[in-house]
Nanobody, 118 residues
Framework: IHLVESGGGSVQPGESLKLSCAAT????????MNWARQAPGKGPEWLSA????????VYAALVKGRFTISRDNTKNTTYLQMNDLKPEDSALYYC????????????RGQGTQVTVSS
């Protein structure tokens, strides 16, 4: 499983970013896809997941209403649209693949950095 994130950067509070996660090396449509993040000195924080068909997205309470997960199975890519970013959203964002019913990630990417500051 090979996952590569992109789209991170430095933005001001209230701005938006769209992250992408390109998948290779496995059958993308067999895996649910997740986004998570980790800030310096903190543990990993799960953000969102979407099923193999791109339906039934679920979100952590802290991002619900601001972040939107999606996937394009024709491009083997997962996305995370992030709106109304806040300084506390600053972190390394990464995507991870999980087989339906599994409790562990089958693989994850290296991440893309998001920094929100004025």
């Amino acid at each position: 499983i090979h996952l590569v994130e992109s789209g991170g950067g430095s933005v001001q509070p209230g701005e938006s970013l769209k992250l992408s996660c390109a998948a290779t090396g496995f059958t993308f449509t067999n895996y649910n896809m997740n986004w998570a993040r980790q800030a310096p000195g903190k543990g990993p924080e799960w953000l969102s997941a979407i099923n193999t068909e791109g339906r039934n997205p679920v979100y952590a309470a802290l991002v619900k209403g601001r972040f939107t997960i999606s996937r394009d199975n024709t491009k083997n890519t997962t996305y995370l649209q992030m709106n109304d970013l806040k300084p506390e959203d600053s972190a390394l964002y990464y995507c991870a693949a999980k087989l339906p019913g599994s409790r562990i990630y089958a693989g994850r990417g290296q991440g893309t950095q998001v920094t929100v500051s004025s």
